[in-house]
Each structure stands twice: as C-alpha cells, then as structure tokens.
C-alpha cells in the first residue's frame, strides 16, 4: 500500500539538478514523479523512480545525502472536486498532510497524487474506509 | 603635532640602545618574579645576562596566549597583587579569558602613549572626545579615556551601544574626535541617514578606529559617511591595549609602534624563524617597559610587515602595516571574541552534525555577520522542510546561547566544506577583503 519515495538535499547553486538526473540517467534510473521543496539556501528533491534501491545508491556513491521514505498513491479522478473529495475525507480522519504533489497519468482519466503523512497507517486505514483507490507501488514505480 | 618630540623622534642608535637597555632590565625583573619565564629560559638553555643586543632577543622562546590561559589568572604577574591597581581580561564569553594587571607606572605608561596616539591622529587639547569604545573589562574604553585625560582634551564617556543617543550627544555636545569600532562608526552613519542627521552638519573631524580587522575600501567608505580622517590604531590588552600602534594623520600610511616600549619582530608563523624588516610575517612585541604584566616575545598572531622607511611626519619609531589578519582564528564579531572551537564545541553536542563546518564573517550594512556552514548527513537530512529548518533554528539557538553572537546557519552538502591535511580552513573572512 505504500510507495517508496527517494529525497535528496540539493544546495541552492548551480547544476545540482542536473547533476542528479545526470547520475540517475547514467544508471538506467526512469523518474515517474517527482517535487522539489525549495528555501532561499537548499531545496529537497523528492522523487519516485523505477528502481528506488538503486537510485538511492548511486546518488550516495555520488555524495549525496539521500533517504528513503513512504509515502501513499492516490487514484483521484480527474474533475472538479476529484481531490476535494479525498482531503474531506483525511480532515474527518484528523490526518495531517505533511506535503502532496500530483500528476496525471499517460492515457488515464485519473490523476495520481502523491501524500506524505505524519503518520501513514493511520492515513491509509482513513482512506480505505473511506472508499478511495489507493495505488501500489509497483503500479507507479512501473508506469 | 608631536606629543613627545623628545621620544618620538629619537635617532635609530638612541631608540636601539635604549632598547636594548630597558630590555635586559625587563629580563632581568621576569626572570626573579615570574616562575615561568625563569622555567622557559632554563629549558631555553638561555640566561638574560646573555642578551647583549636586539638581535640576541631570537634565542628567547615565545610566549603564546595559551601560557596566559594556562597561568590563569595571576601566573604571569611581575609584582604583588599590591601593586597592581588596574585588572584587564579579554571578552572570552567561554572558557578562561586572559587576564592583565597594571601597576600605577603602567597606567601612567599607557595613557602617555595613547596621548600620543591622539596627537598622531590629529587631535588637541581642546577636542571633545566621543569615546564610543566599550568600558569594562575591554581595554579599548578607559585605555582610551586616560589618554584623552592625559592629552587634556574633553573626554565624554560614552561606551559602547545606545546609538540614539550617541547621535544626540555628538550633535549637542559638538565632539570632535570620534573612538569606537570602524564597524560601529558606519553604524552610527546609517543610523544618522535614518534620522536625517547630516554629518557634514556635525563638528567631527577625525574618528580612531580600532579593536577589529579593516581595510582600506572601508576607510573610504568611513571617511565619506562621516566626514572625517580615519584613523587605524593597533593594540592588544596582552601588551597594553589600546595605543601600542597607530597611524599618523600626517601619512596615513602604517601605524607608529612606540619603539621606545616595545620592540617588534616579524617572524615566520610556522617555523617561527625571525623574518627581516619589509617581510611580511606574524608580530611579536616584546613589552621593555611594563611592571604588571611584561610580555617576553608575545605572538600576537597578527599578519603584517615593518616599514622601516622614514614618515614624513617626522617621527623615528617604525611603522607596522595595516594588520592583513590574524593567524590563529580568533573572530570578533560585533565586540565579541569568537573561537571556531567554541562553535565546533556546540555543533558536536548536536545529533546529526557532521564535525565539518565553516564559519563564513562578512559585514553586510555596516555589521559583522556570522554564517556557519554546516553539512547534512544522512541521520539529520529529512524529506520535510520544516524539520531541516528546525535544525538550523536549533543550532543557531544553541549558538546564540554559548557564544551571545547571532548567526545564520546553511546547510550544505556533505563534503563540499573543504577537507584540509592539517589545519582545517574554518574560517573565511571577507571583512578583509573589502
């Protein structure tokens, strides 16, 4: 029920995102989403790959600081209120969103969101009783 | 103006003879009453009966700072506690600061030289001196006010801070002279811009910078906000405080050392080897006049060189050049003394903090500022902002508690502070670049 997600510190300069597709490229690495948190010193890339282990090793050897964190897919259809009806759903739960990103999935009529909670077992039991389509990992990771 | 025409411009031989002479006395009085100056001439394997001339002062060992900590507080005193009337200590916010006495005769000493600093810089009798350094256990405050007695000028007490009314007085009570960090008199003249108080209005006409490293851009800077000469003095509470060096207004160019009280050297910092005039190299001042606290062969850790050409302003006594910086890594940062090893004391006590950081000073609108660099690893790194920022919030807490110096903290990636084979590169100073 979880997804595996890889987040690496990048400094604020220069050719660091580039240097980190780079690494992942040379690796045979696909990304499938992905988000960047940024403050005026460092940004946080976030991402979800085809091969998480790997990404996560070849970006260490390379020196970055990395880890690996679950987070929760969600099916939401693709209209009007489509994600309203999930944060409903997480209020009445009382789970707190730590962060979310999003993207549409090739060929679909649902988009795909991306949460990270505080807690997520407690968020996934949430989401489950209330009827949403929560997506495995092998289902993102090979998209 | 001359304060002193008799010492201050004695001939070579005369200031050389007379050094030699008041040295070997100075020898002679630590050896009997101070026991590590005798222990560090016996394991020197030297007497002070062997020091026949200037060049004979090589076979002494140096003394450092650490023997100062290490003979806390009292250790290194030439006298009882009976004659000493004045105590000094450097602004060591932790650990042990290093601690001088003065006997009356130093006092006397002291404020003569810094009366004569005044002079050098271009003030009277007659000036209303606005002393804006510190009072307290800093030296700068009544190493300052003394000579400013002792020259018979007008002195107001003002210290350190309370900018406001600083202004006030300055504009009410017309100073004349100006005395405080070349950082806080820039202060002063954002303050004044803010206020709309025009320095062109105000009767200042030389301000005497000191107490931290400047440089020449700054000087200019300083000269055109506040509409007055600028003036470098050097001191050490170490050696006296205040008044051991300055610049004469006449050139402006390197600071007098009153050779007649101390005697410079210029030594290679790493093999200590003694460099000669004109090189650039570490100041060693050795105090041939002191009673409370004499200092055989100090190493003050500061850069510079010795010019030995004559000044056009007539006085004999040579010139040290602006201080380039400081060897070892003491920072002071707005008025206080800050050891990389004291932040690296508090970055160890916090989990997921690697030992590697740097310590980036700059002056950004006329105040030190402070950025520690410190990388991330693995164990604190996270996936959420927000608890990356309550890292650096936590450090810089830290920090601020210890040391009462704010800084800003960045996180950076691992290995991207520079690794060093011996002595790590902690610091970064580009107050000394501007």
């Known amino acids: 029920m979880k997804v595996e997600q890889i987040s690496i510190f990048i400094e604020n300069k220069s050719g660091r995102l580039a240097e980190v597709t780079r690494v992942l490229g040379e ?107 929560i997506l495995k990992g092998e289902r993102i990771y090979n998209m | 103006m001359i304060w002193n025409d008799e010492f201050e411009t004695l001939p070579r031989e005369v200031i050389e003879s007379l050094q030699v002479k008041r040295l070997r006395q100075t020898l002679e009085r630590v050896n009997a009453t101070v026991p590590f100056y005798r222990e560090q001439f016996r394991k020197a394997g030297v007497t002070p009966e062997q020091i026949k001339s200037l060049d004979d002062l090589r076979r002494l060992p140096f003394t450092l700072k650490q023997d100062m900590r290490d003979n806390y507080p009292y250790g290194l005193f030439a006298v009882p506690l009976e004659q000493i009337v004045r105590i000094h200590a450097s602004s060591g916010t932790t ?32 000036d209303v001196i606005h002393n804006a350094y510190g009072y307290g256990l800093f030296t700068g405050g009544l190493g300052a006010h003394y000579g400013a007695e002792r020259l018979g000028a007008s002195v107001i007490p003002m210290s350190g801070g309370n900018t406001m009314k600083q202004l006030m007085i300055m504009q009410d009570f017309g100073s004349t002279v100006l005395t405080c960090t070349p ?123 010795i010019i030995p050409e004559p000044c056009i302003c007539g006085r004999t006594h040579v010139r040290l050049e602006r201080m380039s910086g400081r060897s070892d890594d003491m920072l002071i940062i707005r008025g206080v003394n800050v050891f990389p090893s004291q932040i690296e004391s508090v970055l160890i006590t916090i989990e997921g903090v690697e030992p590697h950081y740097q310590l980036i000073v700059d002056r950004e609108e006329n105040l030190d500022t402070l950025e520690v660099q410190v990388e991330v690893n693995e164990q604190s790194f996270s996936d959420e902002i927000k608890v990356l920022q309550g890292l650096s919030n936590r450090i810089r807490k830290e920090i601020k508690d210890m040391l009462g110096v704010t800084c800003k903290v960045r996180l950076v990636e691992p290995k991207t502070i520079a690794r060093s084979e011996g002595k790590a590169k902690r610091v970064i100073d580009k107050r000394k670049e501007q």
Not at chain 1, 42 to 60: Q, Y
Not at chain 1, 104 to 126: K, L, P, S, W, Y
Not at chain 2, 97 to 125: C, N, Q
């Open chain 2, 95 to 126: 650990g042990k600061p290093t601690v001088v006495g003065y006997t009356r005769r130093d006092i006397d000493t002291w404020s003569e030289l810094m009366a004569r600093s005044f002079v050098a810089a271009g003030a009277h009798k007659g």
């Open chain 2, 183 to 305: 950082s806080y008199s820039l202060y002063l003249a954002e303050v004044a811009a803010e206020e709309g108080i025009d320095f062109k209005a105000l009767k200042l006409k030389v301000g005497i910078f000191g107490a931290e490293p400047w440089s020449e851009q700054m000087r200019k800077e300083i000269e055109e906000k506040l509409n007055l000469k600028a003036i470098d003095i050097y001191g050490l509470s170490e050696i006296l405080g205040p008044g051991v060096a300055i610049e004469c207004i006449e050139a402006q160019k390197g600071l007098h050392i009153w050779e007649d009280h101390f005697i410079p050297e210029i030594i290679d910092p790493d093999s200590g080897e003694v460099l000669p005039w004109g090189e650039q190299g570490e100041l060693v001042i050795t105090t041939i006049t002191k009673e409370g606290i004499p200092m055989i062969r100090y190493r003050t850790r500061d850069i510079t060189r």
């Open chain 1, 27 to 133: 690796a045979g690495v696909n990304i499938r989403a992905l988000s960047l948190a940024d403050t005026s010193d460092f940004g946080i890339l976030r991402l979800i790959v085809n091969k998480t282990d790997e990404a996560k090793a070849v970006l260490k050897s390379k020196g970055f600081t990395v880890n690996k964190t679950d987070v929760v897919a969600v099916e939401v259809p693709d209209r009007p209120l489509g994600l309203n009806s999930i944060l409903e759903i997480l209020d009445q739960g009382k789970v707190n969103v730590e962060y979310m990103y999003a993207f549409v999935e090739r060929c679909g009529e649902n988009a795909v969101i991306i949460f990270r909670f505080d807690n997520t077992d407690e968020a996934i039991q949430v989401l489950t009783q209330g009827g949403i389509t």
